[in-house]
């Protein structure tokens, strides 16, 4: 089959194109900056936020679009560009589709839909958009915090949110560690609260199982590439705590220190991801999320 995929050169898209031509499927990769062609690999120079998606010539064997382009920042949109990407991109996406008569339209939604922030609202309109479209097949993925790995490596969410906190913490021990030194106080080992769920679960899923069943799911309807066995937050704080060198505690409620104060200000984008989610499962096989592999992630982040 004759695909086209947008967001080519990108993280899920570099992950899952070589999955896909495996599967005895030749692709068309488009993007602004598209990957090196290759064997049943094509490159197409294009843009979502274009009519017709940049292109001046449109490949007429096109059988289904893997739509997969997209801002994932979970911050505040200031300049407009996560809602013009992801909604205005995707309503062009569709328009080509139904354009060109292209039947099957696979779209990359996100578990977290729940219109907390602007990415949110973008991916649940894109759904709703995509479902009352004129299309014959629809086919929806909905997956949750994707980690990378050494092959496909990205510093995603997570990643992010581990170096803010060492960023704040070593901003915070220079300080005290200043203050202890003039005033001749004895060492004492901080601990550094975050305002959380300690027993929520963080569903954090790899790059490969997501890749695996979008590559095989071809029937339409929606479909949850979430780990169906996540850690908790407690568990994660110890992980990572414990590789970082920082006592790290979660609590639903406490008075912030200062510092705390700051973290929690500089973390606002990451808050509604620290009290849990549940969400089902499509995924058949999903390898666990461990003590090792969370170490190996942010070790691979740092350096």
């Excluded at 017709?52 to 911050?75: Q, R």
């Excluded at 490969?208 to 590439?225: H, N, R, T, Y």
């Amino acid at each position: 089959m004759k695909i086209l995929v947008t967001g080519a050169s990108g993280f899920l898209g570099s992950a899952l194109i070589p999955q896909l031509i495996q599967k005895g499927h030749h692709i068309y990769g488009l993007s602004r900056h598209p990957p090196a062609p290759g064997k049943n690999l094509i490159p197409l120079v294009g843009d979502i936020l274009q009519p017709n998606l940049g292109l001046n010539e449109v490949p007429e064997d096109i059988c289904a679009v893997h739509h997969l382009a997209a801002i994932h920042s979970l911050g505040v949109d200031k300049e407009g560009e996560i809602w013009q990407t992801n909604v205005l991109g995707t309503r062009n996406v569709l328009d080509f589709c139904l354009k060109h008569r292209i039947p099957h339209l696979y779209f990359t939604s996100s578990a977290y839909t729940q219109g907390r922030n602007t990415y949110e609202q973008s991916k649940a309109l894109c759904e709703t958009m995509i479902k009352e479209a004129d299309l014959p097949r629809v086919t929806i993925f909905k997956p949750s915090i994707v980690m990378g790995t050494a092959e496909h490596f990205y510093p995603g969410h997570f990643s992010q949110f581990v170096a803010l906190v060492i960023k704040i913490h070593q901003r915070a021990e220079i300080v005290r560690r200043k203050i202890e030194g003039t005033l001749r106080l004895p060492i004492i080992e901080p601990v550094f609260r975050l305002k959380a769920n300690p027993a929520g679960r963080l569903n954090l899923v790899p790059i490969d199982a997501v890749v695996d069943a979008m590559s095989d799911i071809e029937k339409p309807g929606s479909f949850w590439l979430t780990h169906p066995n996540p850690p908790t937050l407690a568990q994660l704080t110890e992980w990572v705590g414990e590789f970082i060198m920082v006592k790290i505690k979660f609590e639903p409620t406490f008075k912030t220190t200062p510092v705390e104060a700051i973290f929690t200000k500089m973390s606002a984008a990451f808050t509604p991801y620290l009290w849990g989610d549940d969400f089902p499962s499509d995924l058949k096989k999903c390898p666990p999320i461990t003590k090792e592999y969370i170490t190996a992630t942010i070790k691979k982040s740092l350096t």
